[in-house]
């Protein structure tokens, strides 16, 4: 099982920042097979990035994903209100796993 | 617009069973895998399992092999999931989500969750 470690597991910034978070996988991902979520308590989760690099319907353009092999990177160019909540990346190789989180709060 | 409703969610004893369900709506059910995830209280998300459009390939996470099955039903657009042998390591949120499993592999669409409480 390819295990997702991801870092920080929390990030103190403020509305206008950049926010970047790192997604480390154990073994080599497809980057075809790299996704990362936006989670909000008491929500649905929210398709932010697949393929690595390809934003979602909808999503705003300030959210980019990059890397390739075992390290990936979803920046955040300027932090929103609405930003600030926990982020998952997600890979398929073998089996699914998802990794553990970065929660991205107020400073 | 796509939506994905679970319900069937509550509290259930250690050893006891289950059946969640999804009703989907907005899209062409019939044409995509459909999968449940999982968050237990405090911790991330964990993938439980997936089926495929017409119902002939499943897959599990081995903590829930042989004590879950996900099932469907195209023509009521809804996905199940039967828990049996429940344990308290199960209690969690419990998503339904839309799969993409052609070129790249991602969930595009979630439910709000239904909580499974497993506890005596």
């Known amino acids: 099982e390819i295990v997702l470690t991801q870092s920080p597991g929390t990030l103190s910034l403020s509305p206008g920042e950049r926010a970047t978070l790192s997604c480390r996988a154990s073994q080599s991902v497809s980057s075809s097979y790299l996704a990362w979520y936006q989670h909000k308590p008491g929500q649905a989760p929210r398709l932010l990035i697949y393929?690595?690099?390809s934003r979602a319907t909808g999503i705003p353009d300030r959210f980019s994903g990059s890397g390739s092999g075992t390290d990936f990177t979803l920046t955040i160019s300027r932090l929103e209100p609405e930003d600030f909540a926990v982020y998952y990346c997600?890979?398929?190789?073998?089996?699914?796993?998802f990794g553990g989180g970065t929660k991205v709060e107020i400073k | 617009e796509v939506q994905l409703v679970e319900s069937g969610g509550g509290l259930v004893q250690p050893g006891g069973s289950l059946r969640l369900s999804c009703a989907g709506s907005?899209?062409?059910?019939?044409?995509?895998?459909m999968s449940w995830v999982r968050q237990a209280p405090g911790k991330g998300l964990e993938w439980v399992a997936n089926i495929k459009q017409d119902g002939s390939q499943k897959y599990y996470v081995d903590s829930v092999k042989g004590r879950f099955t996900i099932s469907r039903d195209n023509a009521k657009n809804s996905l199940y999931l039967q828990m049996n042998s429940l344990r308290a390591e199960d209690t969690a949120v419990y998503y339904c989500?839309?799969?993409?499993?052609?070129?790249?592999?991602?969930?595009?669409?979630w439910g709000q969750g239904t909580l499974v409480t497993v506890s005596s």
């Open positions: 997600q890979q398929y190789g073998n089996s699914l796993t």
């Open positions: 907005g899209f062409t059910f019939s044409r995509y895998w």
């Open positions: 989500a839309r799969g993409r499993f052609d070129y790249s592999y991602y969930f595009d669409y």
């Open positions: 393929g690595a690099s």
